[in-house]
């Protein structure tokens, strides 16, 4: 039974088809409205979803120089694992599973992707893709420090004096208390979490790693037909998965009483996070070099997120 | 069912990849002025990929130079199945005015089946447009042939 | 019967030493026979010591030639084998069978093969007799065995470049632990009467510290520290484990630096008990965050893989030490499961290392490449390895790592001290930096493209492979079944280093301990709450399998090998632009130069720090050693 249960859980709700379906959604969204903020009209809604299903009917080559286990493997614990973490993120008030220090293993699982991306692009024998992988990782250790500040801050802020690395906890101190964002001493956290959101999904202008125009897609460069396809959902999904985690960190006080309501809700706010922290940033700002992204999370973000971190230490 | 969704996705998201075989520059300009908010190609979902590998549809512009002859066909066997090879412009079609120098090996048909052609020099946008919607619908027929 | 089996298995090691000397340097049947035979009857020895001691808790004594103490002092050398030291005892006999078994393949083509093994049994006998002893002369002699062997075997492939460089600068720096530690001793021995450590324990516990003990404290702290490699101690490890043979990098790093690791827990937790200072807690956690990170930015940079992997273990030892300064029962037990990990995958990633270097000759990463298509077997075992010290679930090191944050965390909490909360942050980021460096080596090793002189490179002898495929699974397992790891391993542990009244009872006599008013705290086991492993395990199967169906089921195409002077399908090359296919590796060098410019400044320093001067470095062992004594007559004033 418990299988049981945890099978739907991954599987449909909140898991595997649930995240896909509004990671791709949310995708569509965000070109629509990046597309409308150049004044062009933009493809459907739907476009992602046809880019997904084109590409699983295309060819998938792989190169001769490639590992086939390691390149074909990869997308796929890429997508298992985002999976995984939408377990752990309440969505309006349920979760699937939940422990006294899922933060760290949220932070954990987001890094899979990631690694998942860099090893499937090292594998394929490309040597863009070893400049690609150079700077994903890179990326990765630039928006990590700001990530695990904002953390600590929002626990320590929901835990007052005990630890509570706990989502649920969280959520529940917000129920009381009203939402996190509205707390002013976790507004520098907040401006942080969002510069971070778009650097884990790797939106312009934090797409250094998957540059197309210079480096040729980076890690993605060998990869075709469905292993690709599922890369791209990868990363539909990690929108979803990063403004979720947003909302519940920050906006997850909104309680109407139905759930079915409150997970509304919950999609709403995602919209309007990806609207404001990716949309907005794509359709205004160029890509970075990868060394002032560096020196751009690592002071000024994980700055911003300090400065929360010290303001709820001393008890505001 | 799930066949069907694939079949019908396969003209709606056509990604574009653009080679210049030698072009002179205009017929480039025309492309990318096709994916610019006046004429918006991105609205039938195109869209500039940055390797062969996640192409559909291959734009080669240019006369075919000898130089170029070897690279061309080499990337053109690594875009993946199915696959469409749109000529833009008189350059590749035949020559143009190039026709006859010793470096340019034009047509380009001699060496790869060529879907659409658009001819002009350079053609207009709307035309690059209509040319590229129906290599997207030759793409939907190639897929439905390789699937039946 | 049990209570002989430790000293046995000591004694049955250094016989072997000798027997190697005299009976097998010329032959090499004997040889082998005589270094397998001692080294795995220590190991069932110590193995069959696990039910007494970790199941039913009891503690093993034993006394050489049955000196038992007279009217309260003990006058004899005593083993005592507690929890803590059996922990430790199972790290090493691990470490060093596995070892062996993969020195008979690795070391074959090298000459002079009796020195080899004599050194070998001799260095596995003195860490093994190090962590069971109950005596700290009989320690200090053990580390003295431990530093010189160390030396004569990293100095071992003398024909090689560097090799007596190194083995000079651990012969200097060891040398200084060595006496620090003699002279914490020699104090001791003055203001106690006694050298054995629970009549120490139990003196200094109700008489309290004293100018003198405190100066024995830091200066053995200081010798301690000096054989677990923490920043700035670090200084010989790097070379010493590069150009040691690989078999003896693994040994180095794990069981030499956990000999270290085991002396600063001893002497802390139980002979001096100081750990419930804040002031102490606190200069032991600085130590080790600096070590951490230190050790991981220097990995950054290194072109070496076995130098890179050197830098990984002051840096994952620094994670240990930073746990155990907590002073914590949480602490305690991450710290333990956090030094057992490392010693689990450290060892598969140097055996990864040596496989490497056995095969192609060399462990530059700018001149590998492309070896997962050469090497599978080792390319699998790597990346587990790679993945556990970087602490990605399901893997050991994620639920040891986790157990860190959360002691480290816990502390801040508890103690409202914002340092803390900055070292769990330091904690994470540098789990990340790890991770990144990983990536380098699989990238500039495993994948990426295959130099034209490696296309001949062949998969290593199944000899060789066996010790990684044990390593690798005891990796998965322990993270796996972390629960039954902590009931059986790490709250003994943790519970007989926080509770010495039995520790000093079973060898003065029952009693003893209460006598002189040392009372007993109790722990509770760790609790692991957050996920249960087995149950996703199952689930991370079945999807996984279901998506790699989707992937497989859809039309996948795959080119042959390239075989040189033949013409191949273009289609299945990689994509250079158009142009033919070219070597063009991006190594292990040109990855991360983004981090590396906004870090100049840092490295720099850190570079001109790292001179390779051994004057320098004993310099910084002195200032260090004076440091730590300073903040501990300030501390225990």
């Known amino acids: 039974m418990l299988i049981l249960k945890s099978l739907f859980y991954i599987l449909i709700f909140p898991g595997a088809l649930f995240t896909s379906c509004f990671g791709l959604f949310l995708a569509g969204v965000d070109r629509k409205v990046v597309a409308r903020m150049q004044h062009r009209i933009g493809p459907p809604l739907r476009q992602p979803m046809y880019d997904f299903f084109k590409l699983l009917g295309k060819e998938t080559i792989i190169p001769h120089a490639a590992n086939k286990l390691a390149f074909l493997a990869a997308p796929v614990i890429g997508f298992v694992s985002l999976a995984l973490i939408m377990l752990f993120i309440p969505v309006g008030g349920f979760t699937a599973f939940s422990g006294n220090a899922d933060m760290i293993v949220i932070l954990y699982l987001i890094t899979i992707p990631g690694v998942a991306l860099i090893v499937g692009g090292s594998s394929s024998g490309s040597p863009y893709a070893g400049i690609g992988i150079s700077r994903e990782m890179v990326t990765m250790m630039a928006y990590e420090l700001p990530f695990v500040l904002v953390l600590l801050a929002v626990a320590r802020k929901a835990g007052g004096s005990e630890l509570a690395f706990s989502m649920e906890k969280v959520a529940m101190w917000q129920a009381e208390n009203g939402n996190m964002l509205f707390q002013w001493s976790m507004i520098p956290a907040a401006i942080a979490m969002l510069l971070v959101v778009p650097a884990e999904v790797g939106t312009q202008p934090f797409d250094v790693a998957e540059a197309e125009t210079e480096i040729c897609e980076g890690p993605l460069i060998e990869y075709s037909g469905g292993a690709l396809g599922m890369f791209k959902l990868n990363t539909a999904m990690k929108m979803f998965v990063m403004s979720g985690l947003f909302v519940s960190l920050f906006l997850g006080g909104i309680r109407t009483g139905s759930v079915l309501c409150d997970i509304i809700i919950f999609i709403v706010l995602c919209v309007v996070v990806t609207i404001i922290c990716m949309s907005t940033t794509h359709a205004v700002t160029a890509r970075l070099k990868i060394e002032h992204l560096f020196k751009f999370y690592w002071t000024f973000v994980a700055g911003m997120a300090l400065c929360s971190l010290i303001l709820v230490w001393c008890g505001l | 069912m799930f066949n069907k969704l694939i079949n019908d996705s396969a003209s709606k998201s056509p990604w574009l990849y653009h080679i210049n075989s030698g072009s002179c520059n205009g017929c480039d300009i025309e492309l990318v002025a096709v994916l610019t908010p006046r004429y918006d190609a991105e609205r039938f979902g195109f869209k500039l990929a940055g390797t062969p590998r996640h192409a559909d549809i291959v734009v080669v512009s240019g006369p075919v130079t000898s130089q170029s002859r070897e690279r061309l066909i080499r990337t053109l066997a690594q875009v993946p199945e199915p696959k469409c090879v749109v000529s833009l412009g008189s350059c590749p079609k035949s020559g143009n005015v190039f026709k006859g120098s010793y470096s340019v090996e034009a047509p380009l048909d001699n060496f790869v089946h060529v879907d659409v052609s658009v001819a002009g020099c350079t053609p207009k946008p709307e035309a690059i447009m209509e040319g590229l919607y129906k290599a997207a619908l030759i793409l939907k027929e190639k897929r439905e042939a390789m699937h039946k | ?594 981090f590396k410019t906004d870090w100049k400044g840092y490295y720099r320093v850190l570079e001109g720090l790292h001179s390779g001067i051994v004057t320098d470095y004993a310099v910084f062992t002195v200032i260090a050693t004076a440091i730590i004594t300073l903040c501990m007559f300030i501390f225990m004033r």
């Open chain 3, 1 to 594: 019967m049990i209570q002989h089996f430790p000293v046995l298995a000591v004694m049955l090691l250094f016989l072997g030493a000798f027997c190697v000397e005299i009976f097998g340097s010329k032959n090499e049947g004997i040889r082998n026979t005589i270094t397998m035979l001692a080294a795995t009857i220590a190991l069932v020895l110590i193995y069959a010591l696990i039910k007494p001691v970790m199941i039913d808790g009891e503690i093993i004594s034993y006394w050489m030639g049955n000196w038992a103490p007279v009217s309260g002092y003990a006058i004899g050398i005593g083993y005592e084998i507690d929890a803590l030291s059996l922990f430790f005892a199972l790290l090493v006999v691990t470490t060093f069978w596995l070892s062996g078994v993969y020195s008979l393949s690795y070391m074959a083509n090298d000459h002079h093969l009796g020195h080899y093994y004599t050194l070998y049994l001799m260095l596995s006998g003195s860490v093994l007799g190090l962590v069971m002893t109950g005596d700290v002369f009989n320690m200090f002699v053990m580390v003295e065995i431990m530093t010189f062997a160390s030396v004569a075997l990293t100095a071992f492939r003398n024909e090689n470049e560097g090799t007596l460089e190194a083995g000079f600068k651990y012969l200097v720096i060891g040398s200084m632990g060595s006496s620090f530690t003699l002279t914490g001793i020699a104090l001791i021995y003055g203001q106690c009467h006694t050298l054995n450590m629970a009549q120490i324990s139990a003196q200094l516990s109700c008489g309290g510290l004293t100018p003198t003990t405190v100066m024995a404290l830091a200066l053995i702290v200081a010798g301690f520290g000096v054989k677990s490699y923490i920043v700035p101690f670090h200084t010989p490890a790097a070379d010493a484990y590069m150009v040691a043979p690989t078999s003896i990098s693994m040994i180095f790093s794990g069981m030499v630096n956990k000999a270290g690791v085991y002396g600063m827990i001893r002497v802390l937790y139980i002979i001096f008990r100081v750990m419930d200072q804040s002031n102490v807690q606190m200069l032991i956690v600085l130590f080790g965050a600096v070590t951490m990170f230190i050790g991981v930015t220097m990995a950054l940079t290194q072109h070496e893989f076995k130098r890179l992997l050197a830098f990984h273990s002051i840096s994952q030892i620094g994670y240990v030490i930073t746990a155990i300064g907590l002073g914590s029962a949480l602490g305690l037990t991450s710290g333990l499961f956090h030094a057992m990990n490392h010693t689990l995958f450290k060892g598969l990633l140097f055996l990864t290392a040596g496989a490497v270097l056995y095969a192609t000759g060399t462990t530059n990463l700018d001149k590998l490449g492309g070896l997962s298509k050469r090497m599978p077997k080792t390319t699998i075992c790597f990346l587990i390895g790679a993945f556990s010290i970087s602490g990605l679930p399901p893997f050991n090191g994620f639920v040891s790592k986790w157990l860190v944050y959360q002691a480290t965390y816990t502390k801040a909490v508890e103690s409202g001290n914002f340092v803390y909360a900055i070292v769990t942050v330091v904690a994470l980021v540098v789990s990340v930096m790890t991770l990144a460096s990983f990536i380098k080596v699989t990238q500039a090793v495993f994948f990426g493209q295959l130099p034209a002189e490696l296309k001949k490179t062949k998969e290593v002898p199944a000899a060789m492979l066996v010790p990684m495929y044990i390593m690798s699974a005891l990796c998965v397992l322990c993270g796996i079944f972390y629960p039954i790891v902590n009931k059986y391993l790490l709250y003994p542990a943790t519970n007989a280093a926080l509770n010495v009244t039995n520790y000093i009872d079973k060898m003065m006599g029952d009693g003893y301990a209460a006598g002189l008013g040392v009372s007993n705290i109790e722990v509770a086991p760790a609790a692991f709450s957050f996920w249960n492993p087995i149950v996703w395990l199952i689930l991370f199967v079945v999807i996984f399998i279901a998506a790699f169906i989707v992937i497989t089921g859809s039309k996948s195409s795959r080119g042959q090998l390239l075989q040189p002077g033949v013409k191949y399908d273009p289609k299945y090359a990689t994509f250079f632009s158009g142009e033919e296919e070219l070597f063009s590796q991006v190594g292990g060098s040109d990855l991360f130069w983004g």
